[in-house]
Nanobody, 128 residues
């Protein structure tokens, strides 16, 4: 497995989780990392994307103000920090990597299946 998401679990409404996207065979610093989620019966949707090489971050409207995406280069991970979780955030969360990418159109890129790597998802369940 070259890319894997972890850290999911069951939390109560208003709670907090920190997900990590880790790479085993390459440095994430050169890759933009996008986070997606998919709830049962719904299409996959973008959560946010952090640019390669210390670039900025873009967030979906549903994530703004509650979620933060950050890099930990020492651990070779990109973390998705989620605060004030709500039942509507319940989904399988996955990460995807694209080499030297600006995150422009990161959702459309998922639909065109042009990410270099996809990580296995991790389940997040928020109870009311």
């Amino acid at each position: 497995v070259q890319l894997q998401a972890s850290g999911g679990g069951l939390v109560q409404s208003g709670g907090y989780l920190r997900l990590s996207c880790a790479a085993s065979a390459f440095s994430l610093a050169d890759y933009a990392i996008a986070w997606f989620r998919q709830a049962p019966g719904k299409e996959r949707e973008g959560v946010g994307c952090i640019q390669s090489n210390y670039g900025g971050v873009v967030y979906a409207d549903s994530a703004k103000g509650r979620f933060t995406i950050s890099r930990d280069n020492a651990k070779n991970t990109v973390d998705l920090i989620m605060n004030n979780l709500q039942p509507a955030d319940t989904a399988v969360y996955s990460c995807a990597a694209a080499f030297l990418y600006s995150c422009s159109g990161y959702v459309q890129r998922e639909k065109s299946r042009t990410y270099d790597y996809w990580g296995q998802g991790t389940q997040v369940t928020v109870s009311s």
